[in-house]
Nanobody
Framework: QLQLVESGGGLVQPGGSLRLSCTGS????????VGWFRQAPGKEREAVSC????????NFADSVKGRFTLSRDNAKNTVYLQMDMLTPGGPAVYYC????????????????????WGQGTQVTVSS
């Protein structure tokens, strides 16, 4: 059964860093586009980033460019979202998802193309 599991969330101080993990089972993540999304209470879910397959292409939302990076460890079947220089904010749940989509700097991240989702991991940036 296909399953995606996010981990690594928690409470972090402003300016700090977190690394989120997305680990797959029943699916090889290096053969699929993986997207990251986040949702705060009362707000719409928004796209954060995506990681492509063979070319390793990426895309990032304007709000996180220069602060977030992506990587993966194929041996662990895991995609990582490194979040640096975090800014204060209430809790937000970060999700990873497998997409039937392309990922690249000039390709919009369209949530409708991501059809398999994890349960999310909560991130709070506060002092």
């Amino acid at each position: 059964q296909l399953q995606l599991v996010e981990s690594g969330g928690g409470l972090v101080q402003p300016g700090g860093s977190l690394r989120l993990s997305c680990t797959g089972s029943g699916v090889l993540l290096d053969r699929h586009v993986v997207g990251w999304f986040r949702q705060a209470p009362g707000k719409e879910r928004e796209a954060v980033s995506c990681l492509g397959t063979s070319g390793g292409r990426t895309n990032f939302a304007d709000s996180v460019k220069g602060r977030f990076t992506l990587s993966r460890d194929n041996a662990k079947n895991t995609v990582y979202l490194q979040m640096d220089m975090l800014t204060p904010g209430g809790p937000a749940v970060y999700y990873c998802a497998r997409g039937s989509a392309f990922c690249g700097a000039s390709v919009p991240i369209r949530q409708s193309r991501y059809v398999h989702w994890g349960q999310g991991t909560q991130v709070t940036v506060s002092s």
